[in-house]
C-alpha cells in the first residue's frame, strides 16, 4: 500500500495505473506556514510505502516525509518503507572545508528515525547509504533509460561524461547490447576544459550520453558540440535527476537531438518514468 | 559559545552585548534550494549552544538546525544545547481527526538526533516535551515581560484570555504584586462568544492581557473592547510568540493602548527581548 507525499503526487496516477493500491492523504499548509498532513484511509496491513521525492522545495518534502511517518505510526503502521526518488542534499556528501556538516548524513539520519527501509534512485555517491540506519537500496534508472532510447539509438553508443560515472553508461550499454566509453577531461586553463571521448569512434554512429544529475548542463553541451565536430551521427542526452538551472533545459535541448531524464523530478522533460521500478519493489 | 541561525540572527547582537561568545556560522542557498552551513571559527571547549528559532520558513529553520548539529559534531562538539526560542509545531500537539500526526512530537524526535539539550520559551502545550530524548527546559518570559511592562502598569491587574493560560498571567502578576484573573468565554452561537472577566473589578485600572501566541488576534480585540466598555484604564496586550496574520498587528495595535511581544519571533512589535534569559542558561 502506498501513500503519496506532495514530492510524489506526479507520479501516483501511474502507481495507481500499474495497479499499486493509494492510500488517501490530506496536504495542506496553515495560514502560518505550518504543513498539516492526514492519513485519509485506513490501513490494510502493517506496512506502507511512502513517496515523496525531495525536490525543491526540499526542506518541506523532508519534513513532510516525517510528519507522514509519524501519523501512519499513529494509524498503527507497522513498517515504513520510504521511496525517495531523488534525495535531497545527496550531493553534499563529504566535508570539503573545515566546518561543514555531511549534509546527506543529517538527511538520512532523520528519515532513519521513523522508516525501516529508504529505497533511492541513483544516488549521487552511493556509499553515503551506510549513514542510513536500516536497509537502504540505491535503485538503478538503467533499465527505463534502455527501454526509451534503445530504438533511437540503434546501433549507437553510450557515453558516460566522465570516468566516475562509467558504470551507469555500462549498465544501459550492457542491457542494449551496445558499446560503452566515457569522456576524458584534462583542464588546460582555469576556465577551459578538453574533453574527448576514450577509445570509440563516433563518427556517423548515435550517441547517448547518460549522468547522474544536470544542473547547469554545461558539460553535457561541451560534450555535445565536441560530438558533432567529430561526426556523430544524432546525439541523446540521458540523467536521471533533472535539477535544472534556470534556462538548462532550452540551452541543453538546443544542443542535441533529444534530452530526456526520469520522473524523479517532475519537468518539462522527464519523459522516462522510474514508477515501474518502483511498483515493483 | 553560542552558535546562531538564521532564525536567530536578530539575536545575535544582544546575546554578543550580554557576553556571549559567538562561533562564526556562514549559512547560504545553493541555486538549486538546498541550504549550505558552515562552521568558521573553532570550539573553545566542548559545548556548543546553538541559537535556532523556527518561524517561517519553519521547515528550513528546522533543516538548518539539524545541518549545524551534523557541523558541530564534525568539528568535535561533545554537548549539543539547542535553543530554539519559538518552535514550529508546537500547536500540532495532539490527533484531533483519525490519521493525523503529532507533528510537534515527530519535530521534537528529530532535533534529539543531534541534541543533548532543549531549550525553549513558553511551549503551547509543555507536557509535549516528553517527546524530547534528553533534557528539555520549558523557559518563561514571565520576567522580562514584566521588566517591561511593570511601570505602565502601577497598580493594574493581569488577565489571562482564557482559563487555561491562567498560570502565565499568575507568573507575571506575582513578579510585580499585582492581581491577576482570567476571562471566561460563553459560546452563546456558533459564530458569538461572550467574554467576560472573572471576579476582578477592572474599572479605572490599567489591564494588561498576556497569550502565548497572537495569530489574528481576534480574542485579543474582543477582550480589550470588552475592558474598554467596562471602564477600564489603559489596556495593554502582551504575548510570547508574534506569530501574526496578516494584519493582525495593525488590528489589535489599533484596540489597545499597546501591543507588545517577545522576539522568539521578530516583529515589528518584538520590544521584549527573551535573550538576557537565554544567556544565563
Known amino acids: ?16 495505473a500499474l495497479g499499486g493500491e493509494i492510500l488517501g492523504v490530506e496536504i ?19 506496512g506502507v510505502t511512502v513517496v515523496q521525492s525531495t525536490f525543491a522545495p526540499q526542506d518541506e518534502h523532508l519534513v513532510e516525509l516525517i ?5 501512519l505510526r499513529e494509524a498503527g503502521a507497522k513498517r515504513l518503507r520510504a521511496v525517495v526518488p531523488y534525495l535531497a542534499y545527496s550531493r553534499q556528501d563529504r566535508v570539503t572545508k573545515d566546518g561543514e ?8 539520519r532523520t528519515i532513519g528515525l521513523y522508516y525501516d527501509e529508504l529505497y533511492v534512485f541513483d544516488l549521487h555517491n552511493p556509499g553515503t547509504l551506510g549513514f542510513f540506519p536500516g536497509k537502504a537500496v540505491n535503485l538503478s534508472p538503467a533499465g527505463v533509460m534502455a527501454d526509451y532510447f534503445g530504438e ?48 570509440v ?46 534556462g538548462a533545459i ?8 533529444e534530452l530526456a531524464v526520469t520522473n524523479t523530478i517532475p519537468t518539462p522533460v522527464s519523459r522516462i518514468s522510474v514508477v515501474p521500478e518502483m511498483v515493483r519493489l
Chains 1, 2 share one sequence.
Not at 500500500?1 to 495507481?16: N, T, W
Not at 495542506?28 to 502493517?46: A, Q, T
Not at 547518460?210 to 551521427?233: C, F, H, K, Y
Not at 532550452?250 to 537531438?257: C, G, L, M
Open 67 to 71: 510528519l507522514l511517518a509519524d501519523a
Open 152 to 199: 533511437k539509438l540503434g546501433e549507437g553508443v553510450i557515453l558516460a561524461p566522465d570516468k566516475g560515472a562509467l558504470g551507469r553508461a555500462r549498465a544501459v550499454a550492457e542491457r542494449l547490447g551496445l558499446e560503452y566509453s566515457h569522456f576524458h577531461k584534462t583542464r588546460i586553463s582555469p576556465t577551459e576544459v578538453r574533453m574527448e571521448p576514450v577509445d
Open 201 to 246: 569512434d563516433v563518427r556517423g554512429r548515435n550517441v547517448l550520453i547518460v549522468d547522474d544529475i544536470i544542473s547547469t548542463g554545461g558539460t553535457m553541451i561541451r560534450a555535445a558540440n565536441l560530438l558533432r565536430e567529430m561526426g556523430a551521427g544524432k546525439i541523446f542526452v540521458a540523467a536521471t535527476h533533472g535539477v535544472f538551472a534556470e
Open 1 to 16: 500500500m502506498f501513500a503519496v507525499g506532495s514530492g510524489g503526487k506526479h507520479l501516483e496516477d501511474e502507481i495507481r
Open 28 to 46: 495542506k499548509k496553515f495560514p502560518d506556514g505550518e504543513k498539516y498532513v492526514r492519513v485519509l484511509g485506513s490501513l490494510d496491513g502493517e
Open 101 to 108: 556538516p555531511v549534509s546527506v548524513r543529517a538527511v538520512l
Open 250 to 257: 532550452e540551452r541543453v535541448s538546443r544542443a542535441v537531438d
